[in-house]
């Protein structure tokens, strides 16, 4: 429009204001944007690359291995959830943004206008196009961002569509615990889900009718709001509000169903207070939210302050309050309301009517707690007996313990690892694991306790790195060594039954099994094995007398194929590998090896399962078989003690080894061992057996993955002889027993006869200022009513409280043999048993015996002299048996030199009965010294003992020329053993004070040798 000139200053303008309207901004840079598309497009490309390399590689693995169902399941479910998701996102919220763009008011194009100056500027406003397309790009975005809810929450999903029952109701709704456990943390999470769609449908209604002018912002004189709506945008908005509120008051009702699994001061559960006070408030604070979200809403749709500006009377301000009192009081009421009930209220009924009678209030409350922690954990069937313990020696007492005074363990799994490696490793590439594993084996009939490990591959060992060697070449391990738990040899080292390579001994002879070791939980990270028909093995097999070694070619299943370029090019992408793509070794019969270790590989076919932290070798049916023990767990079983998983399962085993782990760090209420695996250690195919088939959560995870599991009838005899209790249920368990031993609520609110897991007295004092506990020991043994002695997990229980008294309150254990039958547990297996000493009972607790030990003078003064020079002292563990009507304590003592390539031999054996100590070179000697000069039984080294002397006399008398001139003459062979004896005695005596301990072992060799040939020339 033409602009009029001004009129002299002071008189009003006489022509219109001029019209103008803003010119689009030029573009600039157009190349530059080119490029960065290009960069971006790129980045994506190479991304989805290696993201399709991953995926389509861990397709093959699992198809290998037989488990495709698991990644094609759990990518169908968290994909299709998160799309899902996305989608219901993208709908709402479109339907959200189109509503509100058909309600705009009468500007077509969107065009804003305003007053500037003397200027009237119209701008651009928003088409309808560009809003739906708009609106489509955010609603996609929030869809993709809110649906990784889902991709987190897969397993809740799953499991509230496939809920099974418990048969146990709820003592507070009376709803099958089932629901709990499946179905509400799945609802929740739908129902959550649900409150964010309509928040976001609400936030878009909101913002695309400001950006259609179906709300503006006014001044606000005159009673008028700040802002101003159409009708069609107030009743929009209304309706969503409306939903969102009311999905928010479902949200807050279903809440109540979870303080039952809450975690208060004392105990998991609702108490008094949550069950009088919070759980009524939480239904009437839902109903208050629905009725606001109602209220508001019909006032939103109806309210003239509200109206379009346009249209809007002029009110005097007085007014204002009686537009909007409705929403002012309708939120300050539920404000002041929830403030009131949800704060105020149970904290006055906790202060006044609950504190002041605790006791008698909240024991129906607490015997909840009590009945659902035992039957979550499995302690509702320990059987529990008082064992009067006397600490009074007398000669014979183990006369009726003979059995489990043979079997008594020697070895510390954790101490002769290294003397494995000394003895056994052979070359520097194969390694053994820092904590050995204890297993049971039928030798000659009789069960023995058994120390074993797998002999691992350790690349670290070689001293020839590259990548033909350490991918191609060095492949696996070779071969189990295995030693009897209750003996060592007459120098200390362990008593092997299955050694050497090429393996010899027991196993190889009765079993002649596969010892090859291509799965382990230190196989490299990759091998590429397999070879044409015909052409010369290159794997290294094991070391002979001969400059090369044997060589092998792996025959099993055990990798996916790599017989075409592209598994070869995703796997060399996957490996960052060009190697796997370009070496003539990888080939038409090759397959790769890799995430090997047995424990990853259960946990990758079973991801839902928490698994135990040791896994353990065992020669079943011809082949190595790693067993893992698998559990199912749940927060939200009723009323359960919560227990934080990681610490419940930490001690001094874990805390000092790398191959031992506690539980992973979760928090549940609920375990079950419901699981057993195992990992073929040749060809690293997993097999899941069902341990527990009356366990509800196993039921459910099975319907999910129906092909993934045996049933328990598929495990053979010779397998089943190798299950065992795990460790990690039973620390749990542990825990939960030393407060819940007490049934009775009224003498679980006091407290008074709480107890604790000691700390590993064996530890250094660093360790047990950090309470470090002592870890549980397999022992085999007669307790808590047995009949006769059993392969058993076993700790013991002192005095809780923060001034630790070393008596011992109670001793558990559980039977751990699983028997040897097809497809059935031994009748016993699981049992728990708890021996409760009697409250005035002094028996010590194993740091009082500890303490015993070192203040013994004389035991004090040989292990100094064993100490001297350039040798260091070993304790092993603390062992606990209730033997002779008492507690006998056992601790092996081990001897080392400091060099570096020193190896513990066991050399002396501590026994401690009430007061009494024993300290002998065997453990046979050591009972005898606190019984009287005779226990009434023989350990396991008792033939040490004999060997030993007569050892020691024979020698003698040759090193002294005591033995008779006519004895020599009349056999020079004899005198040739007896001379050579006693220069065998006087080596091991030299090696000792030098503290070369291979030496001295090989001198008592020597030693027994010639003794035993000149005790048989003696006739």
């Known amino acids: 429009m033409a602009r009029t000139p001004h009129p002299p200053s002071g008189a009003p303008p006489t022509a219109p204001p001029r019209i103008t ?333 609950v504190n002041p009678n605790a006791q008698e209030i909240e024991s129906a409350y607490i015997q909840r707690n009590i009945d659902a922690t035992r039957a979550a954990y499995g302690l509702d069937s320990v059987r529990t007996e008082e064992y009067k313990a006397t600490t009074k020696a007398e000669a014979g007492a183990l006369q009726h313990d003979t059995e489990t005074t043979a079997q008594i363990r020697l070895l510390d799994p954790q101490i002769v690892s290294p003397t494995f490696k000394q003895l056994q490793q052979m070359k520097q590439y194969y390694t053994f694991a820092d904590t050995l594993a204890v297993d049971k084996y039928d030798i000659d009939g009789v069960n023995q306790d058994t120390v074993i490990a797998a002999r691992e591959m350790d690349l670290s060992g070689n001293d020839n790195r590259n990548w033909v060697n350490d991918h191609t070449v060095y492949t696996h391990g070779y071969g189990v060594v295995a030693a009897y738990g209750n003996r060592v040899t007459s120098d200390g080292q362990p008593e092997f039954f299955e050694y050497g390579i090429p393996t010899q001994g027991y196993l190889t002879d009765t079993q002649h099994y596969e010892p090859r070791i291509y799965f382990s939980p230190n196989a490299p990270e990759y091998s590429i094995v397999g070879a044409p028909e015909g052409t010369k093995s290159w794997e290294f097999d094991y070391p002979t007398s001969g400059a090369e070694g044997a060589t092998t070619t792996f025959d099993g299943d055990g990798g996916p194929r790599l017989g075409n370029i592209m598994a070869r090019l995703l796997y060399s992408i996957r490996f960052g590998s060009d190697q796997i793509l370009f070496s003539d070794r990888v080939n038409a019969d090759s397959q790769i090896l890799y995430d090997r270790s047995p424990k990853e590989r259960v946990a990758k076919v079973a991801p839902y399962l928490t698994l135990d932290g040791r896994v353990y070798p065992a020669v079943v049916d011809g082949r190595v078989k790693w067993i893992i023990d698998g559990y ?211 028996v010590p607790g194993p740091g009082q015996a500890q303490n015993n030990f070192n203040a013994d003078a004389d035991v004090s003064k040989e292990l100094n002299l064993l100490e001297s020079g350039s040798t260091q002292i070993e304790r092993g563990n603390l062992l606990t048996l209730p033997l002779g009507g008492g507690l006998v304590y056992v601790e092996p003592v081990y001897v080392k030199s400091s060099g570096a390539t020193s190896y513990p031999l066991l050399k002396k054996v501590l026994v401690a009965f009430g007061d009494k100590v024993g300290f002998a070179d065997t453990l046979d000697e050591a009972l005898d010294q606190v019984f009287g000069g005779d226990s009434g039984a023989s350990a396991g080294d008792a033939d040490n003992a004999g060997a030993s002397a007569g050892v020691a006399g024979a020698a003698k008398d040759e090193a002294d020329k005591d033995e008779t001139p006519s004895a020599s003459a009349k056999d020079p062979a004899l005198k040739s053993a007896l001379d050579d004896a006693a220069k065998a005695m006087k080596d091991a005596d030299k090696a000792m004070k030098s503290g070369d301990w291979s030496a001295y072992g090989e001198a008592q060799r020597r030693l027994e040798e010639a003794v035993n040939k000149a005790l048989e020339l003696e006739g």
């Open 21 to 353: 309207r803003r010119a689009p901004s030029g573009g600039s840079g157009r190349g530059y944007k080119i490029v960065i598309g290009v960069v971006l497009a790129l980045a994506v490309v190479v991304g989805l690359f290696f993201a399709v390399a991953s995926f389509a590689t861990d397709v093959m693995w699992y198809d290998q291995l037989g488990f495709s169902s698991v990644v094609w399941t759990l990518l169908g479910t968290r994909v299709g959830l998160w799309i899902a998701y996305a989608l219901l996102m993208v709908l709402i919220t479109y339907v959200a943004a189109t509503l509100a763009i058909r309600a705009r008011p009468d500007f077509a194009d969107g065009s804003t206008i305003r007053v500037n100056g003397d200027t009237i500027e119209i701008g651009r406003g928003v088409s309808s196009k560009n809003a739906r397309r708009v609106a489509v790009g955010v609603s996609l975005v929030a869809g993709l961002l809110f649906g990784s809810r889902f991709n987190a929450n897969w397993s809740q999903v799953l499991l509230m569509f496939h809920a099974k029952r418990f048969g146990v109701a709820d003592p507070q709704f009376g709803i099958d615990n089932g629901f709990y456990v499946f179905v509400l943390p799945g609802l929740s999470l739908l129902l959550s889900a649900l409150s964010v769609l309509l928040f976001v449908a609400l936030v878009f209604s909101i913002i695309t009718h400001v950006a259609m002018g179906g709300i503006r912002f006014t001044m606000p004189r005159r009673g008028r709001s700040i802002f101003s709506m159409t009708r069609r945008a107030r009743r929009q908005i209304a309706i969503w509000l409306m939903a969102w509120m009311c999905s928010w008051a479902v949200n807050q009702a279903l809440s109540v169903f979870s303080t039952l699994t809450d975690e208060g001061d004392r105990i998991t559960g609702a108490t008094y207070t949550t069950v009088n006070a919070s759980i009524p408030i939480t239904f009437i604070l839902a109903g208050l939210t629905a009725i606001a979200g109602v209220v508001l809403g019909v006032w939103l749709m109806r309210s003239p302050a509200l109206t379009d500006a346009a249209s809007a009377k002029t009110a005097p301000p007085a007014s204002a309050w009686g537009e909007w009192r409705v929403p002012a009081i309708t939120v300050a009421s539920c404000l002041v309301v929830s403030l009131l009930l949800s704060s105020l209220w149970p904290a006055l009924l906790q202060r006044f009517r």
């Open 632 to 842: 199912t767990t749940s927060d939200r079983y009723p009323y359960a003690q919560m227990t934080d998983l990681a610490s419940a399962t930490e001690d001094s085993t874990t805390v000092s080894s790398s191959s031992v782990a506690g539980l992973s760090p979760k928090r549940a209420n609920y375990i079950r061992n419901s699981v057993k695996a195992t990992v073929d250690a040749y060809d690293g195919s997993v097999d899941l057996y069902t341990w527990d088939e009356a366990d509800p959560v196993l039921k459910a995870w099975q319907s999910i993955f129906p092909a993934n599991y045996h049933p328990m009838s598929e495990i053979s005899g010779d397998l089943m002889a190798h299950m065992r209790y795990p460790e990690g249920i039973f620390k749990v368990q542990r825990q939960l027993l030393s407060k819940y031993h007490v049934t009775q609520a009224s003498q679980f609110f006091s407290g008074e006869d709480f107890w604790q897991t000691p700390v590993d007295p064996t530890e250094s004092k660093a360790q047990q200022a950090q309470d470090v506990l002592q870890p549980p020991y397999y022992l085999t043994l007669k307790t808590g009513g047995s009949k006769e002695p059993v392969f058993s997990l076993t700790s013991t229980y002192i005095p809780a409280g923060a001034s630790t008294r070393e008596i011992l309150t109670g001793f558990l254990s559980v039977d751990s043999d699983a028997g040897r039958t097809k497809g059935v547990k031994g009748p016993d297996y699981g049992t728990i048993r708890l021996q409760e000493l009697p409250k005035d009972s002094n």
